[in-house]
T-cell receptor, first 110, second 116 residues
Framework: RKEVEQDPGPFNVPEGATVAFNCTYS??????FFWYRQDCRKEPKLLMSVYSSGNEDGRFTAQLNRASQYISLLIRDSKLSDSATYLC???????????WGAGTKLIIKP | EAGVTQFPSHSVIEKGQTVTLRCDPI?????LYWYRRVMGKEIKFLLH????????ESGMPNNRFLAERTGGTYSTLKVQPAELEDSGVYFCASSLSGTGGFSEQFFGPGTRLTVL
């Protein structure tokens, strides 16, 4: 079983729509949670951290369910520029290494 | 301020040859990490330096891989001898010293290694 599991997609979504991604993680000792964005042939970049109470950054909302070991990302009013691969990432307590999901590919269509 | 830089951007070598990848972290970042993404798979952690010391090298696949960070500045990752399965994108990342909390890791553009 993978440590972080994501639906690989692709998700084909019309511009302006709302799209949600989910991710599950297997290690209950995981302490920090993130969504990274990676454009084709580029490096991953931090989109947002995910906090226990849930957090929002503009059109992006992230939620964490520790009991179910589940993380979600919601993108509202999607833009063409949101097309990318979204990577779910966790970090285990006292361990700096990041553990990555394989990513979910999002394609926003005009 | 310059970000994390990596050299070369691409490398194509034959099986059995040696390749050395270089990473220059953001100035002042004590933490330096190497990750690898093999095609079709998720990004995997290789190792973590704090200054010049290896903090965690649990992700290094085997003894054909050698990472160094002399002087606690730039780092090199040498693969010798390279095998076909070493092909992938090697990312370097750096972060500030942690003070109990987690510091964001900033990634370089990666080195795309192809072993023929």
């Amino acid at each position: 079983r993978k440590e972080v599991e994501q639906d690989p997609g692709p998700f084909n979504v019309p511009e302006g729509a709302t799209v949600a991604f989910n991710c599950t993680y297997s290690n209950s000792a995981s302490q920090s949670f993130f969504w990274y964005r990676q454009d084709c042939r580029k490096e991953p970049k931090l989109l947002m951290s995910v906090y226990s109470s849930g957090n929002e950054d503009g059109r992006f909302t992230a939620q964490l369910n520790r009991a179910s070991q589940y993380i979600s990302l919601l993108i509202r009013d999607s833009k063409l520029s949101d097309s990318a691969t979204y990577l779910c990432v966790v970090n285990v307590e006292s361990n700096y290494q990041l553990i990555w999901g394989a990513g979910t590919k999002l394609i926003i269509k005009p | 301020e310059a970000g994390v830089t990596q050299f070369p951007s691409h490398s194509v070598i034959e099986k059995g040859q040696t390749v050395t990848l270089r990473c220059d972290p953001i100035s002042g970042h004590d933490n330096l990490y190497w990750y690898r993404r093999v095609m079709g798979k998720e990004i995997k952690f290789l190792l973590h330096f704090v200054k010049e010391s290896k903090q965690d090298e649990s992700g290094m696949p085997n003894n054909r891989f050698l990472a160094e960070r002399t002087g606690g500045t730039y780092s090199t990752l040498k693969v010798q001898p390279a095998e076909l399965e070493d092909s992938g994108v090697y990312f370097c990342a750096s972060s500030l010293s942690g003070t109990g909390g987690f510091s964001e890791q900033f990634f370089g553009p990666g080195t795309r290694l192809t072993v023929l």
